[in-house]
Every structure is written in structure tokens, then in C-alpha cells.
């Protein structure tokens, strides 16, 4: 492999000096709550934002949201390669173009970083915390390279504020950009397919299971309860009623067969919770209990409690989620 | 002293504990309601070659000792008993034989298979006469030309129902008795005359098939004697002497299976204001529980150590099946308890664990039997000779 | 041809509890599995390689990793290389990248490079798209199932509007998506033989791969920990239905 290369790839020494502000990678209008970090962490640098976006007509939102300067580029990454940012923020589902560039920058790089700062002395640190062990708990980072790159999960974020009287700027779509390599390294898509993830342990894997019991009353709250599992990509699960009505099977009960579920996000519908299901979720990470007595025992396990009959509730619920 | 197991074993108890929790725990309770095994399941156990754990590579076993076996056997009775039943008596007993005293053609003629799980062993000594009294076997081996014709029943004989290759204690000389003049043979399932009944119906182990065998006038050739003739029954209490070490493993798991799943309970369950975990009732039983499994489990694992180390362990063998069948009931019967109404519920896995574990102070050999055999090797050790 | 699969191991999340009201984690029994979705890639590996090639499990660090090379040849890798550093056991992504770089510059015929796309204990997932970039090689992410025809490998990874046959020239680096398939498990007698063999791992010493000082330096460090707030459980949520209905919503859309 030829050596001479690799350096060219690695691009010059990169000095502190160079290197300004916070530049966004804005692929859509979703990710604005990043340009909100953005212009939080830029005003007490007292540095610019940037944006990166690919459709022109984004401009004015980016700037309502707080860009100084708006850029216009396809491939941002490439774009952002030529340009010495000193911070760069992607959305977390730009892994690749987020490391790609800080590999080519010898920028650290912080996934999934929540509550982004800056170290506030000369080292200009970018701090961070990353989750680890699904969320368990955070390892908090800090990046030192003169350029850090980060990517935020804009989800976490709070929503910007758009102030529709800033001002600011449209930069011109430069003709070419820097390519990151020089040797063609392209993957190429050949289309959508129809495809189901490989089905392994269908609780102990989902990170968002919808359950059932009792409460549902029949087949036709039990079809309500199934609806609402396959708007939220959930996997359907119940507890003992549940089961015996034979509305799951045994390898999607919840309670008493000692399987413990943990997934992101629980929704009990219709379960009473004895002892035995509730402690059976207790490593949920979050609990939405839907019942209609108040004193159900599931309600003391539930991070949000709804007193209501699911039958009548969960269409209301769906279509609030439409 | 270095009480630690060795890498090898210890990586070798990882894999199998992920494969129970995997592919049996989920399985458990079916197989106890149908009596059914997922064939599936026992081929996959078998190219993992847990149907010849303790057995020489040379054969086609995995060459992991006695440790390595009692690790089995330990795992396997955390999630399911009844497979470690059927396991015991194909590795234990009915393979082990074959393995202690079977000549070498003999034993390249029927191991690799054995210990690939390819086929299933049992080992045939029980008859309605003789229970604890095993010298009283009838079971009759006539000798004609090349062949023995074996003709009698066999009964309460576990993997019955499907063992392919049955080790078979016969009398081939009733002047002598079954202690002088009995005789090992590797019958083969397919042989004509040869009959398995119907399974029994049992409190437990429903997972785990028994049944009587019949034999009438099966012609098993003399290369399948297995060991010498006449000396049969030394080569069948041999056997059951070291099968009683991996008995004793199957306990730990068993018990501390209880242990588990009561610490699990209390510290969810609340009553009177409080989680039962802060009641010292409660708290006594489960230390009194810990402390029996250690102890077993230190025993268990010394003994397994001195089989491997080639010492003498006919004295410690008893000691773990008779400790063992009792310390197991009495865990699963406490953790029963613990759990109060739910614990006497099918739904839940400790009533099965509970009916499983009955029979651990009656199979192969009785506590009676044990404290025979113990008090034997005791007072020997003091010059006296007891006579069972 | 060889088929890299990087494996970490990081501490089995059933041996700790995190204690958010104390802001600590107690960790009840230290132990080491390999990444999950490294296992993923390895079965991968393994169900790839055809006779000729040799699938090479490869680990940086110590003790850990080496038990985790050790579990990959007994699953049936052909060779096992452990990088032995202490600080390498923790090391951030851009001294992985260039450690993992000298490796395969060092293991001739290597054409392609498979690990977990994601690392439960570090912020590891940038070390796939980083090694890439720096030996120029393709990056597929997030791959549910692959295949390899002739020099060509083809993948099918999830895009944002749903999964897509995606397809590189080798040699190549991909990410194997966790719980894609189902690792094998280790024949018993396997096993035995491995952990019995002293040589069933190779180790090689930073120096020997002609690491630099530079390539190990890392310009990212961990400074702390810090934990999510405790759950506040039996909150009842109130209003008319329709309310209640757009407050679960909204709930629910921020997981």
C-alpha cells in the first residue's frame, strides 16, 4: 500500500489558528434543534454558526434558527473537509459522514453527545456525554484535537427558538469540493428490499414492547392494542390473561415465566400488575401504564400513569400519533 | 491449594450455561407437560459433544474429566431436570461403563456414536426383585455357540423408552450368584426379542423417559460382553460409584436454582409494609439454603477432583449423592415456601423442580444404600468388614 | 483471503448495577463478554469464509481481550492476534483506528474487516467509518446480512426510508448490525483444546507493528461519569382524553 498516500489522506498539520467556529451539518429541517446547540455553545465562545445544507430553500429556517452563514453543499462532509471548522455537529444518524471527516481532520469525535460544552479555558475542549450500556449510564468525554467533531441525537434536544428577524447570510455553493480520497471508494445502493430483522428472542431484544392484559376487555381491544404496537414498530406482548385468552403466546409473556424484559419503552394497556410482572420490567427504562382503576398496583412501577378504559383511550392515543 | 477451575473449564461452563438459558430454560415447562424433548435440541447438545463430556478424545468425547462433566451436570439441573436425567444416565452410567471396563474394539464400536449423542446409552440393572438389592438380579444369559440368549425384564430403567444401546447386567452362572457370576452386556435396541414398555407415568422428571425392558431369548453376540464374564457386577457397582460424583453436581444446580429464584422473590415481594427480604425468618432459611449448596458444592467439585486425580473416592461419591438428594429438596421445598401460593403453582417453575427433585434420594442406589455404602468404607478404614 | 474481525470486551452489564440515586455504579462481579454485536460479526465472518479463506479475530488490550480471541478460535476462527498493551484496553477510536491500520497492513491478503456496529461501554462505532477512511477502503454500516460474490461484497443495511441492498469492491470494511444472526456455539471439545493451547493466540506488542508515539496518543479522554436522573414513578398524568391522549404521544415520540 502506498504510504505517501495516507498522509495526503490525513490532510496537513492542523493548528489550532486555522480552525473557526461551529458549523452544522442541517440534512433537514429536523435536525434544526443542533443549530440551537449550536448558536448556544457559539455565543459564549463568541465564535459563528454555519450551516451545511443541500437544498437551498432550507436557508431561511437555518437562519431564523441561528445560523450566521449558510452554506450549500451535497455532500457536506466533502464540503466541510476544505473549509477549517473548529466545531462540527451531524446528527447522530451520520455516523459515517461524522467520523469520515474527523478521521480526515484528526478531530475527535463524540457520539451521541448529550449535554454538549465547551471546557471554558484555553484548551477550548469540547465536553460531552455519551451513553453507554443502552443508556445505563454516561461516560463523559471531552475532545482536545484542535477541530472536535460531535453528533447529536436531535430527539434529546430541546426546540429552537426561530427568530424569523436574524439576519444573516447565503454563501454561495462553491464549484468543487475537496474529495475526501483519491481512490474511488464508493458503495453503491442498489435499492430499497423487502426485508424483516432477523427475529431472535423477541422480548429480551425489542426496545419497545406494547402489552396487554385484562383491561383490554376483548378481541376487538386486543386489535386496538395490536394497532398501536405496529405504529410504534413494538413488539406485541401480554401478561398471564393475556395468554390465556390466547392473545400472545408464551414466548411473549410478560411476568411469572421469570423472563425479564428491558426494553426503552414499556406500555402496560389493560394490566393490573401483580408482583411478579412488575418486577419482571423493572429494567424498563421507561413505563407508560394505561388502566382504568386508579389503584391498580401497576401505576406505583409506571413513569406516566393514564387512568382510562384502553378501549376508549387507545384510539384517541393513535390517532395523536398518526 | 488452588480452588479455582481451570480456564478451560471455566470457558466450558460459559458455553453451557448460555445454551441452557437459550435453548432449554424456554423449553422446560413443555417438556415437563408433554414429556416430549425437541430432537432438536439434543442433536445440537450433541455436536456440542455434551453426550460424551468426561470421555477421552481418542473415543470421540470432549476429554473435559469429571470437573467438566459435573459442570454439566450442575448447569443442566439449574434449568431442567429432566434432561439432565436423560444426559445422567447416558454419560454416567450406561456410556460409563462401557468406558471403565469395555475392551478397546468394543469401545471403538459403540463410543464415537455414544458421545456424539448420535446414539443414546442406559444402563439395565433394576429388576422387580432387585432394587436396593441389586445382587438379587434373575435376569438370565445363556451361552449357545457364539451368542448368549438374554431372557428376563428390566424395569424403572431411565432412557428406556429410547436408548439405542443398553449396558445389561445378566446372570451367566446362577451357582454363583449375580456377585460371582453375572455379566455386563451391550445389547442393542434393534435386536429381536428385545422390548421396551411403555413409559411409566412418575411424579416428576416427566421429561425424562423410564420404562421396563423386556428381553426374550435376544441373541447378543459374545464380542458384546463388556469387561469380563462373571465379573459383571464389580463393573456395574464401579460405575455406579463414580456416577454418584455428577449426581451430586446435578444437585448443586437443582438447589441453588431455589436459592436464585427465592432471592429474586424477596426482594420484590412486600408484606406487612416491608419486602420480605427484611424478615429475619425469611433471612435465616435463606442462609441456612446458601450455606448447604457451599458446602455441597465445595464436596462435589473435591470429589470430581479426586476422580480426575486418579485418588480414591468411593467414600466421598456417596457422601455427594446422599448430602446432595437431601440438600436439593430441602432448598427447592424452602424456596417453595418462600413463595408462598405462588410457589405451589404450575405456572410457575418450582412446583416442577419440587417433583423433579423427589426421586434424587431413591435412583441409583437409595440413601439407605448410601450410608451403607459410606459407613462400609468407614469402618474398613478401621478394619472392620460390613457385610450389606 | 483473510477476514478480519475486531472483537472488544467490555464488562458484562450482569455484573454491575447502576445506583442512580448515589450516582455510582456497584459492580458485583467483574467479568468480561465479548461485545455483543462483535459476535455478530464474527458469526458473519464465520459463515462467510469459504475453504480458502481464514477468518483472524484480532484484540487490543490484555487479559479480557485475549479470553475474547480465545472464545473466537474455539467458534472456529483459523488464528487469534492480540495487541498487548494495558492502554490499549480503553483506548479511544483514533489509536483503535491506527492500531487496527497497522494490523492489516501487517496480515497480507486481508480484504475484508468486519466488527459490531455498535460497542457497549465506549464510544466506539466511529472506529468502522474511521479505519475505512484511513485505509481508503468502502464502509457499509449497520449490515443485517451479507454475501460475497467473487470481489465484490453485498450487504443489506438500513437506510433512512428502510433496508437497501448495498454493494462494495473488496477489500472492504462493514459493520455488523447487533442481532443480525445467531452466533454459534462453541463445540465443547473445542474449547478444551483452545484454552489448553498456549499458542492459540498470537501476540504481537505495539512496537512490533511499528506504532508510533503519535498513533497513540489519544485526543479524546473519558473525565468522569455521570448517570440519568432517577425515575420518578406513579406520576398520573391529567386532563380530558384527548389531552392525555397528546401528552402519551408526545411521550412516546421522544424515546
Redesign the interface.
Given at each position: 500500500?502506498d504510504m505517501t498516500?495516507?498522509s495526503a489522506?490525513?490532510g496537513e498539520d492542523i493548528t489550532a489558528e486555522n480552525y473557526a467556529d461551529i458549523w452544522v451539518a442541517l440534512p433537514a429541517l429536523a435536525a434544526a434543534p443542533l443549530l440551537g446547540e449550536a448558536r448556544r455553545l457559539a455565543d459564549s465562545l463568541g465564535c459563528y454558526v454555519h450551516a451545511v445544507i443541500a437544498d437551498e430553500r432550507l436557508s431561511v429556517q437555518a437562519i431564523a434558527f441561528g445560523a450566521d452563514r449558510v452554506h450549500v453543499a451535497v455532500d457536506a462532509g466533502a464540503f466541510l473537509a476544505g473549509q477549517q471548522p473548529e466545531f462540527v455537529f451531524f446528527s447522530v444518524?451520520q455516523?459515517?459522514q461524522?467520523?469520515?471527516l474527523?478521521?480526515?481532520l484528526?478531530?475527535?469525535?463524540?457520539?451521541?453527545a448529550r449535554?454538549v460544552s465547551t471546557s471554558g479555558d484555553s484548551t477550548r475542549a469540547l465536553?460531552g456525554?455519551?451513553p453507554?450500556?443502552?443508556?445505563?449510564?454516561?461516560?463523559?468525554?471531552?475532545?482536545?484535537?484542535p477541530v472536535k467533531v460531535a453528533t447529536l441525537d436531535a430527539?434529546?434536544l430541546p426546540e429552537p427558538y426561530a427568530d424569523l428577524s436574524r439576519s444573516g447570510e447565503l454563501v454561495s455553493a462553491p464549484d468543487s469540493a475537496p474529495a475526501?480520497?483519491?481512490?474511488p471508494?464508493?458503495?453503491?445502493?442498489?435499492?430499497?428490499?423487502e426485508?424483516s430483522?432477523?427475529p431472535?428472542?423477541p422480548l429480551t431484544?425489542a426496545k419497545?414492547i406494547v402489552s396487554a392484559g385484562r383491561g383490554v376487555k376483548d378481541a376487538e381491544g386486543f386489535a386496538l392494542v395490536k394497532q398501536l404496537a405496529e405504529r410504534?414498530g413494538a413488539e406485541l406482548a401480554g401478561d398471564q390473561s393475556a395468554r390465556d385468552s390466547g392473545w400472545v403466546d408464551e414466548a411473549h409473556q410478560v411476568g411469572v415465566t421469570a423472563q425479564e424484559v428491558a426494553p426503552?419503552?414499556y406500555?402496560a394497556i389493560g394490566i393490573r400488575g401483580d408482583t411478579m410482572h412488575n418486577a419482571a420490567i423493572a429494567r424498563a427504562?421507561?413505563?407508560?401504564a394505561?388502566h382504568s382503576n386508579?389503584d391498580a398496583p401497576i401505576?406505583?412501577?409506571?413513569?406516566?400513569?393514564?387512568?382510562?378504559a384502553p378501549k376508549?383511550?387507545l384510539p384517541?392515543?393513535l390517532?395523536?400519533?398518526a | 491449594m488452588d480452588f479455582t477451575f481451570?480456564?478451560?473449564h471455566i470457558?466450558?461452563r460459559r458455553?453451557?450455561r448460555?445454551?441452557c438459558e437459550e435453548e432449554l430454560r424456554p423449553r422446560a415447562k413443555e417438556v415437563d407437560r408433554t414429556g416430549q424433548q425437541d430432537p432438536e435440541v439434543l442433536r445440537?447438545m450433541g455436536?456440542?459433544?455434551?453426550f460424551g463430556?468426561p470421555f477421552s478424545?481418542e473415543y470421540g468425547?470432549?476429554?473435559?474429566g469429571e470437573t467438566?462433566y459435573c459442570i454439566l451436570m450442575e448447569e443442566l439441573d439449574r434449568v431442567c431436570p429432566s434432561t439432565t436425567t436423560i444426559v445422567g444416565a447416558h454419560i454416567g452410567i450406561g456410556t460409563m461403563s462401557l468406558y471403565l471396563d469395555g475392551s478397546p474394539e468394543l469401545k471403538r464400536k459403540y463410543l464415537p456414536a455414544l458421545c456424539s449423542g448420535k446414539k443414546i446409552a442406559a444402563f439395565a440393572l433394576t429388576e422387580a426383585n432387585a432394587g436396593s438389592d441389586a445382587a438379587g438380579v434373575q435376569l438370565r444369559a445363556t451361552l449357545e455357540g457364539d451368542s448368549y440368549f438374554l431372557d428376563g425384564q428390566k424395569m424403572w430403567i431411565t432412557n428406556g423408552p429410547i436408548a439405542d444401546v443398553i449396558m445389561t447386567l445378566a446372570v451367566t452362572d446362577p451357582s454363583l450368584g449375580a456377585r460371582g457370576g453375572a455379566t455386563v452386556f451391550a445389547v442393542e435396541k434393534e435386536w429381536p426379542g428385545f422390548q421396551p414398555g411403555k413409559p411409566e407415568k412418575k411424579m416428576g422428571l416427566h421429561g425424562s423417559p423410564t420404562s421396563l425392558l423386556n428381553f426374550d431369548e435376544v441373541r447378543v453376540p459374545k464380542e458384546n460382553v463388556v469387561g469380563q464374564v462373571g465379573l459383571g457386577f464389580v463393573t456395574f457397582m464401579k460405575t455406579l460409584d463414580i456416577g454418584r460424583v455428577s449426581l451430586g453436581a446435578a444437585t448443586v444446580g437443582g438447589a441453588q436454582a431455589a436459592l436464585d429464584a427465592a432471592l429474586r422473590w424477596v426482594k420484590v415481594r412486600s408484606q406487612f409494609g416491608r419486602l420480605i427480604a427484611h424478615m429475619q425468618s425469611i433471612q435465616f432459611m435463606l442462609a441456612d439454603m446458601a450455606a448447604e449448596i457451599e458446602a455441597l458444592r465445595s464436596l462435589v467439585y473435591r470429589t470430581a477432583w479426586l476422580v480426575d486425580n486418579g485418588k480414591p473416592f468411593i467414600k466421598e461419591a456417596g457422601m455427594c449423592k446422599l448430602l446432595g438428594s437431601e440438600i436439593a429438596s430441602r432448598c427447592i421445598d424452602r424456596a417453595l415456601q418462600i413463595h408462598g401460593a405462588l410457589g405451589f403453582s404450575r405456572d410457575f417453575p418450582l412446583e416442577r423442580g419440587w417433583r423433579d427433585a423427589r426421586i434424587g434420594e431413591i435412583f441409583e442406589g437409595t440413601n439407605e444404600i448410601q450410608r451403607i455404602v459410606i459407613a462400609s468404607e468407614l469402618l474398613q478404614e478401621v478394619g472392620v468388614r460390613i457385610r450389606p | 483471503m483473510n477476514i478480519l474481525v475486531i472483537l472488544r470486551a467490555v464488562q458484562d452489564?450482569n455484573g454491575f448495577t447502576?445506583n442512580r440515586r448515589a450516582q455510582k455504579?456497584f459492580v458485583n462481579r467483574e467479568q468480561f463478554i465479548i461485545n455483543p454485536s462483535d459476535k455478530n460479526a464474527l458469526e458473519a465472518a464465520l459463515s462467510l469464509a469459504t475453504e480458502s479463506d481464514t477468518v483472524v479475530a484480532v484484540a487490543l488490550g490484555d487479559a479480557p481481550g485475549e479470553?475474547a480471541l480465545?472464545?473466537a478460535r474455539?467458534m472456529g476462527a483459523g488464528r487469534a492476534l492480540l495487541v498487548r498493551d494495558a492502554t490499549l484496553q480503553n483506548a479511544?477510536?483514533?489509536v483503535v483506528?491506527a492500531a487496527l491500520r497497522h494490523l492489516v497492513?501487517h496480515l497480507d491478503e486481508t480484504k475484508l474487516v468486519l466488527l459490531g456496529a455498535e460497542v457497549?461501554?465506549?464510544?466506539l462505532?466511529?472506529v468502522?467509518?474511521?479505519l475505512?477512511?484511513?485505509?481508503?477502503?468502502?464502509?457499509?454500516?449497520g449490515a443485517?446480512?451479507l454475501e460475497i460474490h467473487g470481489s465484490t461484497i453485498?450487504a443489506?443495511a438500513p437506510?433512512?426510508?428502510?433496508?437497501?441492498?448495498?454493494?462494495?469492491d473488496l477489500p472492504a470494511v462493514v459493520s455488523v448490525?447487533p442481532?443480525?444472526?445467531?452466533p454459534r456455539?462453541?463445540?465443547?471439545?473445542k474449547?478444551?483444546?483452545?484454552?489448553?493451547d498456549k499458542h492459540a493466540v498470537e501476540t504481537h506488542t505495539p512496537a512490533d507493528l511499528q506504532l508510533t508515539e503519535a498513533d497513540l496518543t489519544p485526543?479524546?479522554?473519558?473525565?468522569?461519569?455521570?448517570?440519568?436522573p432517577e425515575?420518578?414513578?406513579?406520576?398520573?398524568?391529567e386532563g380530558s382524553?384527548?389531552e392525555?391522549?397528546?401528552?402519551?404521544?408526545e411521550?412516546?415520540?421522544?424515546?
Open positions: 500500500m498516500d495516507i489522506l490525513m444518524n455516523n459515517m461524522a467520523a469520515r474527523a478521521q480526515r484528526r478531530a475527535g469525535l463524540i457520539t451521541d449535554n465536553l456525554s455519551h453507554i450500556y443502552g443508556g445505563e449510564y454516561f461516560l463523559d468525554f471531552a475532545i482536545t484535537s430527539r434529546a475526501i480520497s483519491r481512490r471508494s464508493a458503495v453503491r445502493d442498489l435499492g430499497l428490499m426485508y430483522p432477523y431472535w428472542r431484544k419497545v410504534l426503552d419503552l406500555v427504562r421507561q413505563v407508560i394505561i386508579p401505576f406505583a412501577v409506571a413513569d406516566y400513569g393514564v387512568v382510562a376508549a383511550f384517541k392515543l390517532e395523536h400519533l | 481451570s480456564p478451560e470457558a466450558l458455553m453451557i448460555e445454551f445440537k455436536e456440542l459433544g455434551m463430556v478424545q468425547g470432549m476429554g473435559a467438566g | 452489564p447502576v455504579v479470553d480465545r472464545q474455539a479511544d477510536a483514533t483506528a497492513n457497549l461501554d465506549a464510544d462505532a466511529q468502522g467509518p474511521r475505512a477512511a484511513v485505509l481508503d477502503w468502502p464502509f457499509i454500516e443485517q446480512q453485498a443489506i437506510q433512512p426510508d428502510g433496508f437497501h441492498k448495498l454493494e462494495a448490525a442481532d443480525s444472526n445467531q456455539y462453541a463445540p465443547g471439545a474449547i478444551i483444546n483452545v484454552y489448553k485526543i479524546t479522554e473519558v473525565r468522569g461519569e455521570s448517570f440519568p425515575r420518578e414513578l406513579g406520576e398520573r398524568l382524553p384527548d392525555l391522549a397528546r401528552q402519551v404521544a411521550v412516546i415520540r421522544k424515546i
